[in-house]
């Protein structure tokens, strides 16, 4: 068996996601039936890039062969397809959720991270998102997702998080109930939220005189609402891969109760549709006039 499934998976779950050449085909197509997953950290150097980490997973090391794992997770929080087969990432298990269990039934995850280093949110919250989207569609429990340090422990350490609270996240996504937005994400919607409102006030009349729809980004005028949602989606890919529908969704609940940003703002984002500064510029200086 082969999980060609992967990438499609990781990507509808609003991930980043890269492929990496020849992951198809690597790895023995024996692996299966899955039962459940491994979760590891590299713990390679806090410098370490992504291109030697994925290097390791491809030609091995002095305790596994080739291929390590069928996954690994950049502290960018962007996911790498590394193989599809049988991967090496750990040993049949002797206790944890998966004990009995080896290769060729758990999927390996190999996160980009040093020893001792402090997980950030968006790589932590990235790792949640996409072993809930693997464990949705595998068909496993959440208890089948098991740390390397309880998969065979005195002899791994790895992840150094709380293996019990990484399932109750877990769960929390696949029930749903994932809305704690981390600060920085909720500061880029409320950033996204501004440019649109800024462009709305600015926007032409229609032809009845009414402008803009009084709730949200919904203009009445079709070509107007395809802009605002393209440069949406522009933005949204170009400051941290936020989800659209979330961003769109969160604009409509602020959107009702705040009015227009005043011509400065205006000028602003027509200088980011212009080509005058770049999508990242646009948010950043808005970012700085919203908290003068």
Not at 44 to 49: D, K, L, Q
Not at 135 to 154: D, I, K, L, N, Y
Not at 256 to 280: C, F, H, K, N, Y
């Amino acid at each position: 068996m082969r999980l060609l499934w992967l990438p499609e998976v990781l990507r509808a779950a609003g991930l980043t996601v890269h492929e990496v050449s020849g992951w198809r085909t690597r790895g023995k197509d024996t692996f299966g039936p899955v039962v459940g997953l491994t979760c590891h950290e590299t713990r390679g150097s806090r410098t370490s890039t992504d291109a030697g980490e994925i290097r390791v997973l491809l030609n091995g090391s002095t305790s596994a062969p080739p291929p390590i794992a069928q996954l690994y997770l950049s502290r960018s929080g962007a996911w790498h397809v590394v193989a599809s087969g049988t991967c090496y990432h750990n040993l049949v298990g002797w206790a944890g959720p998966n004990v009995g269990y080896g290769n060729d039934a758990l999927i390996g995850v190999e996160a980009q991270h040093a020893a001792g280093e402090p997980w950030t949110d968006t790589q932590y919250r990235s790792y949640v998102r996409g072993v809930a989207a693997i464990t949705r569609r595998a068909g496993f429990s959440v208890s089948r997702v098991a740390g390397h340090f309880e998969h065979q422990p005195g002899a791994k350490t790895d992840p150094g998080f709380d293996m019990a609270k990484f399932r109750r996240d877990i769960a929390a996504v696949l029930a749903g109930k994932d809305d704690d937005m981390s600060e920085k994400t909720q500061t880029q919607i409320n950033e996204l939220h501004a440019i649109v409102t800024a462009w709305r006030s600015g926007m032409p009349k229609t032809p009845d005189g009414r402008g803009v729809e009084p709730v949200g980004w919904r203009i009445r005028d079709e070509q107007w609402q395809a802009k605002v949602v393209a440069l949406l989606t522009m933005l949204s890919g170009q400051i941290g891969g936020l989800d659209t529908a979330q961003v769109l969704a969160r604009i409509e609940e602020l959107a009702a109760a705040e009015s227009a940003r005043d011509a400065e703002l205006i000028d602003l984002v027509r200088r980011g549709q212009s080509g005058e500064l770049a999508a990242e510029q646009v948010v950043d200086e808005l970012a700085k006039r919203l908290a003068a």
